[in-house]
T-cell receptor, first 110, second 114 residues
Framework: QKEVEQNSGPLSVPEGAIASLNCTYS??????FFWYRQYSGKSPELIMSIYSNGDKEDGRFTAQLNKASQYVSLLIRDSQPSDSATYLCAGYNQGGKLIFGQGTELSVKP | DADVTQTPRNRITKTGKRIMLECSQT?????MYWYRQDPGLGLRLIYY???????NKGEISDGYSVSRQAQAKFSLSLESAIPNQTALYFC?????????????FGEGSRLTVL
């Protein structure tokens, strides 16, 4: 199993809908997770981090961590065309290196 | 000016050539990283350095080497480039403890090996 795994998508949602992005991780990954957003042709930028079980909300974004099931998700409420990007899930492995999933491409249609 | 600067931004080269990608940062971070990005594969770690005297291999170090010339400079070399090294390369830094998880990325260097 890959240490951090995402569905590559693409995921398409209509404007105003909730976009749900998911990520699973292996036992070799620590319990701190991060969501990066990458616009086409640009570098990734951190949008959310989550360290404990449960939900963390920041504006239209909610990160959810379920340690028992080893998954982490990102919900984007009231999706906007400007949210169209690739979303990368990342976590630290046992060697202290930040490992990224494959990324999920999100397209928000007006 | 960008906090993490990569040069060159774009490079086309031929198989067998030696290539160096350079990265400099003004964030004062000790930790620096080189990642490559390929479509559908996300970001994969090539090498990382936690300080000037510390160099570590990442997931995919074969065919690459690095040099940490100073706290602010971290270079990636391809001694003999091959076509499957065609990719987008990112340099990144993180804060001294690294525990926040935030990496600060350069703008990327797109390398094409013919």
């Amino acid at each position: 199993q890959k240490e951090v795994e995402q569905n590559s998508g693409p995921l398409s949602v209509p404007e105003g809908a909730i976009a749900s992005l998911n990520c699973t991780y292996s036992d070799r990954v620590s319990q701190s997770f991060f969501w990066y957003r990458q616009y086409s042709g640009k570098s990734p930028e951190l949008i959310m981090s989550i360290y404990s079980n449960g939900d963390k909300e920041d504006g239209r974004f909610t990160a959810q961590l379920n340690k028992a099931s080893q998954y982490v998700s990102l919900l984007i409420r009231d999706s906007q065309p400007s949210d169209s990007a690739t979303y990368l899930c990342a976590g630290y492995n046992q060697g202290g290196k930040l490992i990224f999933g494959q990324g999920t491409e999100l397209s928000v249609k007006p | 000016d960008a906090d993490v600067t990569q040069t060159p931004r774009n490079r086309i080269t031929k198989t067998g050539k030696r290539i160096m990608l350079e990265c400099s940062q003004t964030k004062g971070h000790d930790r620096m990283y080189w990642y490559r990005q390929d479509p559908g594969l996300g970001l994969r770690l090539i090498y990382y350095s936690f300080d000037v005297k510390d160099i570590n291999k990442g997931e995919i170090s074969d065919g690459y080497s690095v040099s940490r010339q100073a706290q602010a400079k971290f270079s990636l070399s391809l001694e003999s480039a091959i076509p499957n090294q065609t990719a987008l390369y990112f340099c990144a830094t993180s804060d001294p403890s690294g525990v926040t998880g935030e990496l600060f990325f350069g703008e990327g260097s797109r390398l094409t090996v013919l």
